[in-house]
């Protein structure tokens, strides 16, 4: 039977992370859950702490998500991996499922997410390439945690991105049409938001270079199955 650890990196999430836990919590594909707490300065760590199903690991400074990541895949035992972001609305159970199935039966080797406020070309082309929310198998990180690690904040994805080429997997793209990420202007406020954006794609080309996300995005369709 195939296993799967949830890992879900967070960072002052107070107010949305509830609904994410309640929706993974006694889910009956999953059969770990990790939270992994970057540094949080608000109430998060005391929310995640009243789920005694839940594994709390804090970092007490914020180091980003590719290191958060990387500590709960250390820290995880089950043969596949489900990422989640913290920040979710609208996630549902079905969700899950519907982003675990076709790994687990042999349709595709990885999952990937495209959630209802998807940027309009990823809908178009069909596909996130940066899509936090996805499912793989552990063996994928278990050669490159030192790597990811060393990563910048937001390049990890795009280093998957990398992984998942390389190995030539499967990919299966599962539409979230009732799921959004709020927009980090929407979080943190219009130019907050807007610097979080520029840091974002800096990050992507410090890890794949300029060109590095279009070649990502041709190859990745060429890998999409049905």
Excluded at 25 to 38: F, M
Aim: with cysteine; aromatic share 10%.
């Amino acid at each position: 039977m195939k296993t799967i650890s949830c890992i879900i990196p967070t960072y002052n999430e107070e107010s949305r992370i509830e609904g994410v836990l309640k929706v993974v919590i006694g889910h009956p594909l999953i059969n770990e859950i990790i939270v992994v707490d970057d540094g949080s300065t608000d109430n998060t760590q005391n929310i995640v702490k009243k789920y005694k199903e839940v594994s709390l690991i804090v970092h007490h400074k914020n180091l980003g998500k590719s290191r958060a990541i990387s500590t709960g895949i250390e820290k995880s035992k089950e043969e596949f991996i489900l990422l989640l972001d913290a920040d979710l609305i609208g996630l549902t159970p079905i969700n899950i499922t519907y982003l675990i199935e076709p790994v687990f039966q042999g349709i595709s080797d990885v999952t990937i997410s495209l959630r209802k406020n998807t940027p309009w070309l990823w809908k178009i082309i069909g596909l996130d390439y940066i899509s936090g929310e996805r499912v793989l198998p552990r063996k994928l990180f278990i050669d490159s945690l030192k790597k990811i690690k060393s990563l910048p904040g937001f390049g990890l994805e795009s280093f998957i991105n990398k992984k998942i080429i390389l190995n030539k997997f499967k990919i299966k793209v599962v539409i979230w049409n009732n799921v959004i990420s709020p927009y980090k202007a929407t979080k943190y406020g219009f130019w907050t938001g807007i610097k979080s954006e520029i840091k974002m794609y800096t990050a992507i080309i410090k890890t794949i270079g300029f060109y590095g996300p279009f070649y990502q995005i041709i190859k990745m369709l060429f890998l999409k199955v049905k």
